[in-house]
């Protein structure tokens, strides 16, 4: 089976303060695609990161980095400094290699970690 | 800019009524998803499309139907609206193949 968790339900920061939030997965499939959706009060989820299975290099942009531990099935977003626009909900997907056709996939959403950064 | 446009960011609708919602992509995907957000459950796939008339049942699917008559055009339908079908509605659209997804805003619909 395939299951994303964000064992995070809410988090709160004051701003400037750095913070992780973390991303469990399972999955049998040795190729998959993780991913990382910001979603502000306004609604509407916003791409941040994709990373293949193949690639375990931690990726940096700007004041986000992601750390890919494949020994620990684990994806964590950490922001640096943070901001009070970085209040949101973020949520971590996975996904299945093939293109998406009859009985294949989808992405798969964790239950999302609420990010609360205070002035 | 990729935009995923759904008709209405709000609706109210009362038990029994039959709801559309509507989403449209202007990015010639062939992927479109309907997904519904409840708290502490976060993304539950309710069906998804990979091409023109072609649709798959996700996890949740009862209650629900959906259209896809035209590529960038995704319908979803509650035949009889129920109120536990009260929720956010979010609806995605990708490539083919494994991309990212781009979403609407959704639309919160209340049943009551």
């Known amino acids: 089976a395939q299951k994303v968790t964000q064992a995070q339900t809410e988090i709160s920061v004051v701003e400037k303060e750095d913070v992780t939030l973390d991303c469990v997965y399972e999955?049998?499939?040795?190729?998959?695609?993780l991913f990382w959706y910001k979603q502000p009060p306004s609604g509407e989820l916003v791409f941040l990161i994709r990373?293949?299975?193949?690639?375990?290099q931690n990726e940096i942009s700007g004041r986000y980095s992601w750390n890919f531990q494949k020994s620990t099935s684990s994806f964590n977003f950490t922001i640096t400094a943070s901001q009070v626009v970085d209040s949101a909900v973020y949520f971590c997907?996975?996904?299945?290699?093939?293109?998406?056709?009859?009985?294949?996939?989808?992405?798969?959403f964790g239950t999302g970690t609420r990010l609360k950064v205070l002035a | 800019d990729v935009k995923v446009t759904q008709s209405s960011r709000y609706l109210v609708k009362r038990t029994g009524e039959k709801v559309f919602l509507e989403c449209v992509q202007d990015?010639?995907?062939?992927?479109m998803f309907w997904y519904r957000q409840d708290p502490g459950l976060g993304l539950r796939l309710i069906y998804f499309?990979?091409?023109?008339?072609?649709?798959e049942k996700g996890d949740i699917p009862e209650g629900y139907s959906v259209s896809r008559e035209k590529k960038e055009r995704f319908s979803l339908i509650l035949e009889s609206a129920s109120t536990n079908q009260t929720s956010m509605y979010l609806c995605?659209?990708?490539?083919?193949?494994?991309?990212?997804?781009?979403f609407g805003q959704g639309t919160r619909l209340t049943v009551v």
């Open positions: 995605a659209s990708s490539f083919r193949g494994v991309t990212e997804a781009f």
């Open positions: 499309s990979y091409d023109v008339k072609m649709k």
């Open positions: 990373r293949n299975s193949f690639d375990e």
């Open positions: 997907a996975l996904s299945p290699p093939l293109p998406f056709t009859s009985g294949t996939y989808k992405y798969i």
């Open positions: 990015m010639d995907h062939e992927n």
């Open positions: 999955t049998r499939d040795t190729t998959y695609y």
